[in-house]
């Protein structure tokens, strides 16, 4: 089955590139360390899932890219021809040359009613080449105008216009400091509009993957572009084809719908946390080796301490004892459900009966259904073993309650708020959204 990747602002249509290019050097490495049958099945459904063919014989991204302005989108257009492996189709992207101003209002109320038909159009488009529409996949951050307020706008009409297919909607969470006076107002906007019409939100922390990119990759300098090449591996490796425990011995077929099967077995929990291990610079590879219960045990580790990655692990926090009692241990990170994701070698002896622990989990959930596997022999992008979690969890709740806290003090004090009136959103529908995320809160805190 096919996802149609719908790209929106600078920010979604930067990282798309880059997840489109590794999944592309994926595919064509020959470091896949499988047999030449599993590496075959693996390349013709990872190409049917992201890519058409077309004549020229390039693969062509199942994407539509929309920005307002057109500096980014000719940008990647190129990049992508330039790589001369893959490329973008030239009928579907759509730019405007104004931008939004960093305004959700403005993405959202102006531009989103205002281009609807044609942006539609295109992703009507698109999900009439796939022979079979496994379901969209839209890419964007939460801070800005565009990819938040318009990305908030399409993501409604994905969902009027193709309600029974599954949307994902991969956000990225702005940096703390931030670059944007008013991203908090722009981030509880777009992630409440997004919880009442996407099936999960997958989040990435800018802040958690400029750490990675400095302390596990020792990059200097750091630019968007390390920060987004740490993103898009992190997708890949969820997104690329594995084979799921019932699936019998092909691919699985539909990635989003086993996804949202496994991760989010009620309306009210919604949010994916992702993590990865190992991560390290490609120079370093041939110098490391990894054992399946090494990292198993540290990718456990991680989800219980919510570390972000294997560096800093506070190794002190268990999970609690199986007697009963109120009190949780301190920063106990407690899961609903997550998910497993193993690629390389001898992946199918793996123990992961750690992660069946039902301590593990909120106790109205079967831990049989609250844990998932999904494995393939061949390994993923030069790394001879693999491993991803992906977990909805409490992953998320600290950085959620400071977004929610800071947005709320400036909106006590009114401040910016004619910003967005003047493009129709008024106090009631800020009120209604921080309503809805003190609602997730609330129920994340009390798993």
């Keep these: 089955m096919s996802i149609v990747t719908v790209q929106l602002g600078q920010c979604g249509n930067q990282i798309g590139q880059e997840v489109f290019s590794a999944l592309c050097s994926d595919i064509r490495g020959t470091h896949g360390l499988c047999s030449k049958k599993e590496n075959g099945s693996y390349q013709d459904c990872c190409k049917e899932r992201f890519f058409c063919e077309e004549e020229s014989a390039v693969p062509v991204a199942r994407a539509v890219l929309v920005d307002m302005e057109p500096k980014v989108i000719s940008q990647t257009l190129s990049m992508a021809a330039r790589s001369g492996h893959w490329k973008y189709s030239s009928q579907s992207h759509f730019c405007q040359k104004q931008g939004s101003g960093n305004n959700w209002a403005n993405g959202y109320s102006v531009h989103g009613p205002r281009h609807k038909e044609a942006i539609m159009n295109l992703v009507q488009k698109e999900a009439e080449k796939c022979d079979r529409l496994g379901g969209f996949f839209t890419i964007m951050s939460m801070a800005g105008g565009t990819g938040s307020g318009l990305g908030a706008f399409v993501t409604q009409c994905l969902r009027d216009a193709f309600p029974t297919s599954f949307i994902l909607n991969h956000v990225v969470w702005p940096y703390g400091t931030g670059e944007v006076i008013v991203q908090n107002y722009n981030s509880v906007l777009t992630l409440s509009h997004l919880y009442h019409s996407s099936d999960a939100l997958l989040v990435h922390e800018n802040d958690v993957i400029h750490k990675i990119c400095a302390q596990l990759m020792n990059i200097k300098q750091i630019s968007f572009r390390d920060v987004n090449q740490v993103i898009a591996h992190q997708l890949g490796s969820v997104f690329q084809p594995t084979h799921t425990?019932?699936?019998g011995s092909g691919y699985s077929r539909n990635p989003?719908?086993?996804?949202?099967?496994?991760?989010v077995p009620h309306p009210e929990f919604r949010m994916l946390g992702l993590r990865n291990i190992p991560q390290m610079p490609e120079s370093s590879l041939p110098y490391s080796t990894f054992s399946w219960p090494g990292l198993i045990k540290h990718l456990r580790q991680m989800l219980i301490a919510n570390a972000q990655m294997e560096e800093g692990i506070d190794w002190q926090v268990r999970p609690p004892s199986s007697?009963?009692?109120?009190?949780?241990?301190?920063h106990f990170n407690t899961s609903i459900a997550n998910l497993v994701i193993l690629?390389?070698?001898?992946?199918?002896?793996v123990d992961l009966g750690s992660f069946q622990d039902p301590s593990l989990y909120t106790s109205w959930l079967n831990p049989q259904d609250a844990?998932?596997?999904?494995?393939?022999?061949?390994a993923f992008n030069k790394y001879e073993k693999s491993?991803?979690?992906v977990s909805n969890s409490q992953f998320l709740l600290k950085p959620l309650d400071s977004i929610v806290g800071k947005a709320w003090n400036m909106f006590a004090s009114k401040a910016y708020l004619h910003q967005y009136a003047k493009f129709g959103?008024?106090?009631?529908?800020?009120?209604?959204?921080?309503?809805t995320l003190e609602q997730v809160i609330s129920s994340y805190t009390n798993l």
């Design 256 to 263: 989003l719908g086993e996804l949202m099967e496994s991760l």
């Design 371 to 378: 844990f998932n596997a999904w494995k393939t022999p061949r």
């Design 323 to 330: 007697i009963p009692s109120t009190n949780k241990p301190l």
């Design 245 to 247: 425990a019932g699936g």
């Design 387 to 389: 491993a991803a979690l």
């Design 425 to 435: 959103i008024q106090e009631e529908d800020f009120l209604d959204c921080f309503t």
């Design 343 to 349: 690629r390389g070698k001898d992946v199918h002896g």
